[in-house]
């Protein structure tokens, strides 16, 4: 029993002797060697642009987009779609071209609207699809297809299905409109 007295009491005396020398070594680093924490310090936020270097942001953004998507239009739909012959005579004739071109501050990014128009001679109709590009990731973020300038086909806008013309304006804004 002797010996378990000794072993508690050797136990406390380590518990007090280190809690004495974190103790000193807390003193020590704070009076001698000038260590102190001190509180970290807080970011200020950069004074707001002014609307003169907003909007020359705004028209120099907005040109690059006009630059990046005529590259963008050149590279991947430049060249005229040849027409397609079909039994019975005629030709299923495809045109192409940029309808319009946003830079969006709140995506970031150069989004472009490819205007693709099909024609079909028997039974005569045409199919236009509007197609909403990421310029600088080459991606299609949404479609609107309609058949004889009425009847949508096929809406969507980043994943989200649409069922109108103006339901596909509408979610199109945020990228085509600031």
């Not at 004495?20 to 924490?37: D, N, P, R």
């Not at 120099?60 to 590279?75: I, L, P, V």
């Not at 192409?96 to 989004?111: A, I, P």
Request: aromatic content about 8%; proline content about 5%; overall charge positive.
């Amino acid at each position: 029993m002797t010996t378990h007295g000794r072993t508690g009491k050797r136990n406390l005396r380590s518990m007090y002797i280190y809690k004495t020398v974190g103790t000193v070594a807390a003193l020590l680093c704070g009076s001698i060697f000038g260590c102190e924490q001190r509180p970290v310090a807080t970011a200020v936020a950069p004074p707001a642009p002014n609307p003169q270097q907003l909007a020359k942001f705004k028209y120099e953004m907005d040109e690059k987009c006009a630059g990046d998507a005529r590259a963008w239009f050149k590279a991947n739909h430049s060249e005229p779609l040849a027409p397609m012959k079909v039994q019975g005579g005629g030709e299923i004739l495809t045109s192409e071209g940029l309808d319009q071109n946003h830079y969006s501050r709140k995506f970031n990014g150069c989004f472009a609207v490819l205007v693709t128009t099909t024609t079909f001679p028997h039974p005569a109709q045409v199919v236009m699809s509007h197609g909403m590009y990421d310029v600088n990731e080459n991606a299609r973020v949404g479609v609107l297809v309609l058949k004889d300038f009425q009847t949508v086909t096929a809406c969507e806008v980043a994943g989200t299905k649409c069922t109108s013309k103006a339901e596909f304006e509408s979610m199109a804004r945020d990228y085509l409109v600031e």
